[in-house]
């Protein structure tokens, strides 16, 4: 069965760190979009971070950039999400994501941010809580 399992999260104090992990299957992982979305309470499912798995290129929402870090250990098909100076409003659900198309992804492109939206994924991770405490 192809799915995504998550790991990390919980629950740090503002301006602290925290890392998310997420194992995908090989038939996902490889030549396809992965990222990460956040989803605050009462709101819908945000791109923070996506990786072309194909390239390692990635992408970044301007709210974290230079802040959280996505990277792949592609011989155990997963990708990390180092998140650090987070604030309070950051609090909610983050889900790892990869696209529906997984193998047939030649180019970065369509993992850039205005592209690789909530349409454009196959497989959620069964999300993780992050609370940010001021």
């Known amino acids: 069965q192809e799915q995504l399992v998550q790991s990390g999260g919980g629950s740090v104090q503002a301006g602290g760190s925290l890392r998310l992990s997420c194992g995908a299957s090989?038939?996902?992982?490889?030549?396809?979009?992965m990222g990460w979305f956040r989803q605050a309470p009462g709101q819908e499912r945000e791109l923070v971070a996506a990786v072309y798995t194909g390239g390692a290129v990635t992408y970044y929402d301007d709210s974290v950039t230079g802040r959280f870090f996505i990277s792949l250990d592609t011989p155990k098909f997963t990708v990390y999400l180092q998140m650090s100076n987070l604030s309070p409003g950051e609090t909610g659900m983050f889900y790892c994501a990869a696209g529906k198309s997984p193998g047939a992804v030649a180019s970065s492109r369509p993992c850039r941010g205005e592209e690789f939206g909530v349409s454009e994924v196959g497989y959620w991770g069964q999300g993780t809580q992050v609370t940010v405490s001021s």
């Open positions: 090989r038939n996902i992982y490889l030549r396809n979009c």
